[in-house]
Every structure is written in structure tokens, then in C-alpha cells.
């Protein structure tokens, strides 16, 4: 999967917002569980082990509206937009054990995520000390999760947007 993320950091008032753009490679998921992701919510054990794990390559592109015509000139598409707003916390570093862990609180319009990214056993340490168990890992993605509830609900699946008000 190919993804095209724009990134809008937040700020105080008055301080200048600059975006980012970054294209993310995402190859197939793998079967083993050393480093990986897990999002706690509901139970998917699809993917064997506890833990999603999968390369990601990341690329932080100039201009995405350029790339866009770029992939358009493959013969690509693009097949679902999502939004989210994204914490990401870290563990002090006397906390050795969660070196390279990311604690990512994520708001979706289908609801509110924990994704814990990095080596298994401090995802696993970390999901124990917020409360979760291993049965609790959602392993599915967005674009999944999102097209379920629409199922659910007798929706027509489309993009995962906040609502304007």
C-alpha cells in the first residue's frame, strides 16, 4: 500500500503551521511478532501473534499535488482519504525497556485509538500498564475498521472524514 500523508502540526496562537507531506511504502504483513503495532479496542487475530508486524518505508515528498500526478500517469488512483488528529508520546528515558516505542493516541471519526509502535515486549509492558490485554489488540486497519461499522450500520462505505459543522 502506498499512503500520502499530509501533516499539520499544532500550535500556540500566533505560530505558523507548515505541512509536510510524506509518502509511506507499507509491504504485506508478516508473520512473526519482534517489532510491530497494535492497536487496542477489539479482538483480530488474523495476523497470528499479538502484534501487526510489517516494512514501512517512509519518504517525506515536497509537493504532494506533484506526486499525485505522478501516480495518476502510472494508471494509480486514490482509493480512500481518512483524517485524524494524532498525539504521539514517549516514555521517559529512564524507562530504558521502551526505547524506540511510540505511544500514539489517535481521534478518528470511528472513535478514539491507542496505537503502541516498537518492539513487542515494550508494546506489550505498555498496553499491560494502560490497562489492556493482549486479547484487546485490534490488529485491522482503519480503512477496515471504518468499512465494518459502515457495514454495521447499513452505510455506504466511503472516505473516514470528521463531519463539518
Known amino acids: 500500500m502506498l499512503r500520502v500523508r499530509v501533516e499539520t502540526p499544532t500550535g500556540s ?3 505558523k503551521r507548515i ?3 510524506v509518502l509511506t511504502f507499507k509491504g ?3 508473520g512473526n511478532t519482534e517489532t510491530g503495532s497494535a492497536k487496542q479496542s477489539a479482538n483480530d487475530r488474523r495476523f497470528g501473534g499479538n502484534h ?3 516494512e514501512e518505508i517512509e519518504l517525506e515528498v515536497g509537493d504532494a499535488k506533484a506526486l499525485g500526478t505522478i501516480f495518476a500517469g502510472l494508471g494509480m488512483r486514490e482509493s ?4 485524524k488528529y494524532r498525539t504521539t508520546f514517549r516514555m521517559p528515558d529512564s524507562a530504558r525497556w521502551a526505547r524506540g516505542l511510540l505511544i500514539e493516541l489517535d481521534e478518528t471519526p470511528i472513535g478514539i485509538f491507542v496505537e503502541l509502535e516498537g518492539p513487542a515486549a515494550a508494546i506489550d509492558r505498555v498496553a499491560k500498564l ?5 486479547d ?4 485491522t486497519n482503519y480503512l477496515r475498521l471504518h ?7 447499513g452505510e455506504k462505505v466511503g472516505d473516514m472524514v470528521f463531519r463539518k459543522r
Open 136 to 139: 484487546e489488540y485490534v490488529l
Open 13 to 15: 496562537a500566533g505560530s
Open 130 to 134: 494502560l490497562g489492556y490485554s493482549k
Open 52 to 54: 501487526k508486524v510489517r
Open 80 to 83: 480512500f482519504h481518512y483524517e
Open 28 to 30: 504485506p504483513v508478516k
Open 147 to 153: 468499512a465494518e461499522r459502515c457495514i454495521e450500520r
Open 19 to 21: 505541512a509536510r507531506f
